[in-house]
C-alpha cells in the first residue's frame, strides 16, 4: 500500500540521549517534511527537503537534524534530546515542494511518532 | 508576524450544519488548505482553495475570500465520525504551511 510510514511508534526517552525518527515514502515524492504537533499549537515546521540531497531550515530546527541521501528516506535526529522536545512527530511529502504548477501539491502525512523526553 | 486563526472548539448536532472559521495573516499567499485530523492520528486533505468562491466536494464545501484573509469550512449532514480536529492551513510566499492550531469539533447526538 502506498503512503508513508514512520518508527517507531512511541518513544520514552531519557534526557541527553540521541535519537532518530525514520520516515520512508514510497510514492517518489520530490519533497518531505517534518513537523512537530503541540497541544493548542499548530503544526510547527522542524526541516524540510525539496529534492533528494538537499535539505533546509523551518520554523523550529534547533536540536534537529536531518539528511535526505535518497527520495524515499528521510530521519529526523536528536542529537541530546530535552524535555521540550516530548511531542508528537509527523512526517509528510508532497510532489513537488517548490512549486505548483496548477496543481495543489498536497502533503500527505505518515502516523505519527509520539516521543517523551524524560 | 504570520497568523492563523480559528476557534479552539465547537458543538454540533448530529445531522446539522457546522462552519468553521479560519482567518489569516500571511507573507503571501499560494493556496489555503483544510485537513481534518482524528484524535491520536495522523491529518488527512479535506479541500484546496487557491482562488475566491466555494469549492464544493460531498458533504464539504470550503470558501475562500483573499481580499478578506478568510475561508470557511462547512460540512453539512453531520455525522458521528465528523468529530474530529479541522486544521487550517496556508501556503505563505516560500511555499511553506503555516497551520492553524485547529478547531475541535464534537457531534453530538
Known amino acids: 500500500i502506498a503512503g508513508i510510514t514512520q518508527a517507531p511508534t512511541s518513544q520514552i526517552l531519557a534526557a541527553g540521549r540521541r535519537m532518530t525518527l525514520r520516515c520512508t515514502q514510497d510514492?517518489?515524492?520530490?519533497?518531505m517534511y517534518w513537523y512537530r504537533q503541540d497541544l493548542g499549537l499548530g503544526l510547527r515546521l522542524i526541516h524540510y527537503?525539496?529534492?533528494?540531497?538537499?535539505?533546509g531550515k523551518g520554523e523550529v530546527p534547533d536540536g534537529y537534524s536531518v539528511s535526505r541521501a535518497n527520495t524515499d528516506d528521510f530521519p529526523l535526529t536528536l542529537a541530546s534530546a530535552v524535555p521540550s522536545q516530548t511531542s508528537v512527530y509527523f512526517c509528510?511529502?508532497?510532489?513537488?515542494?517548490?512549486?505548483?504548477?496548477?496543481?495543489?501539491?498536497?502533503?500527505?502525512f505518515g502516523p505519527g511518532t509520539r516521543l517523551t523526553v524524560l | 508576524g504570520q497568523n492563523i486563526d480559528q476557534p479552539t472548539e465547537m458543538t454540533a448536532t448530529e445531522g446539522a450544519i457546522v462552519q468553521i472559521n479560519c482567518t489569516y495573516q500571511?507573507?503571501?499567499?499560494?493556496?489555503l488548505f483544510w485537513y481534518q485530523q482524528h484524535a491520536g492520528e495522523a491529518p488527512t486533505f479535506l479541500s484546496y482553495?487557491?482562488l475566491d468562491g466555494l469549492e464544493e466536494k460531498g458533504r464539504f464545501s470550503s470558501f475562500l475570500s483573499r481580499s478578506k484573509g478568510y475561508s470557511y469550512l462547512l460540512l453539512k449532514e453531520l455525522q458521528m465520525k465528523d468529530s474530529a480536529s479541522y486544521l487550517c492551513a496556508v501556503r505563505d510566499s516560500n511555499y511553506q504551511l503555516i497551520w492553524g492550531a485547529g478547531t475541535k469539533l464534537i457531534i453530538k447526538p
Open positions: 500571511t507573507s503571501g499567499f499560494n493556496g
Open positions: 527537503s525539496n529534492t533528494a540531497g538537499t535539505t
Open positions: 509528510a511529502s508532497s510532489e513537488s515542494g517548490t512549486s505548483f504548477e496548477g496543481g495543489t501539491d498536497t502533503q500527505y
Open positions: 482553495n487557491v
Open positions: 510514492m517518489r515524492h520530490n519533497a
